[in-house]
């Protein structure tokens, strides 16, 4: 290394270089702790999984303790069975007018005294539209969408599954045959069904 000169003394020399070392050595060590940094930040998870919206499709409702479920099922969890699963169905408003869309309400609970798990996934429910009276079945949610994606809850003692599905207002028939046509002014009533559990019916007027 070559010996520094110049009016003043070495030692004064070699501490500014050392300095000079230390400062470049602290950046150097900055920069590389922020590329770290910046890699990290990129590859972190993040983000809870989005769920597609469809209309006449089931999809689950949002809100904290709307879906208290996990969305897998345990290992050691028995399967629901229909006599440890009750269902209710809900309306979203008393009266639509002619042309709106009418938004029905599911909740399945988990009213065992133990842990369960089942597929609530919309292939496996069915909401069906009815006169008031009960004597004509105009749409059903698996009609013409029977094949929906799996949906496996792990329910504990008491805990609810809450799902959305909005009505087109427009019948149906098994295998989507016939023309769909828009049901005319009326009252009529909307049943949740999962497996072999059923809801009662829930009335509500269309004018």
Not at 162 to 178: E, H
């Amino acid at each position: 290394m070559l010996e520094p000169t110049g009016p003043l003394p070495p030692e004064i020399y070699w501490r500014r270089r050392v300095f000079a070392i230390g400062i470049l050595v602290l950046a150097l060590a900055l920069v590389i702790w922020l590329v770290v940094m910046v890699a990290r930040g990129g590859t972190s998870p993040g983000g809870a999984a989005a769920t597609s919206t469809t209309t006449e499709s089931n999809q689950p409702a949002g809100g904290p303790g709307a879906s208290a479920a996990s969305s897998s099922a345990e290992s050691d969890v028995a399967p629901c069975s229909d006599q440890s699963l009750a269902v209710k169905v809900s309306v979203g408003q008393p009266t639509y007018r002619k042309g709106e869309q009418p938004v029905f309400g599911i909740v399945i609970t988990n009213i065992s005294a133990a842990p369960c798990s089942r597929d609530m996934g919309s292939g496996m429910q069915q909401i069906s539209v009815q006169t008031l009276d009960g004597t004509r079945r105009l749409w059903n949610s698996v009609d013409c969408y029977p094949d929906g994606q799996p949906d496996i809850r792990t329910l504990e003692r008491g805990q609810q599954a809450a799902f959305t599905v909005t009505w087109s207002g427009s019948t149906s028939q098994p295998s989507c045959a016939g023309e769909r046509v828009p049901v005319p002014a009326g009252a009529y009533a909307v049943l949740a069904q999962l497996g072999g559990v059923r809801s009662t019916a829930e009335p509500f007027n269309i004018g």
